[in-house]
């Protein structure tokens, strides 16, 4: 099963403060142990929100909006994620036990959520939808 891992924001984050060196390290050793176990599918850091936009999509044939960061509450928002490619949320759990601390500050925290897949969707994902999400897959990923 595929897990993403959320990794939430935090006041100094979402102020641009960039982690120690020796913060870096130790992600960098830890996503080293992620892709030695064959776990780690993709990861990454992101800008705060003040760099982004939230684009608002609506019902029917109404206009997008769009709003400019930043975006209030740091603790609901992300600031970066990983993909997992785990046996099952123990194994995932097991590997979030592991993430370093990003101290000295408050506590880090990480949000795990299963990767829908084709086969969670059941009969509302008809044969022909299904393998043309199969078709798109081998593309993105350069299988073709």
Do not use: C
Request: aromatic share 4%; hydrophobic share 40%.
């Amino acid at each position: 099963m595929r897990v993403m891992v959320l990794v939430k924001a935090s006041s100094e984050s979402e102020a641009g403060q960039m982690p120690s060196q020796e913060l870096l390290a130790e992600m960098g050793a830890f996503n080293e142990d992620l892709v030695e176990a064959g776990v780690m599918l993709d990861g990454e850091g992101l800008h705060p929100s003040a760099k982004g936009v939230r684009v608002t999509i609506p019902e029917g044939d109404g206009t997008p909006t769009v709003t400019d960061g930043p975006f209030a509450e740091a603790e609901e928002l992300v600031a970066g994620y990983w993909i997992w490619q785990v046996r099952d949320m123990d194994e995932a759990l097991a590997w979030a036990k592991r993430i370093p601390n990003p101290g000295p500050g408050p506590a880090g925290t990480v949000e795990l959520r299963p990767v829908l897949e084709a086969e969670d969707f059941g009969e509302a994902l008809p044969p022909e939808l299904r393998e043309r999400e199969e078709q798109l897959r081998k593309r993105l990923h350069g299988d073709d």
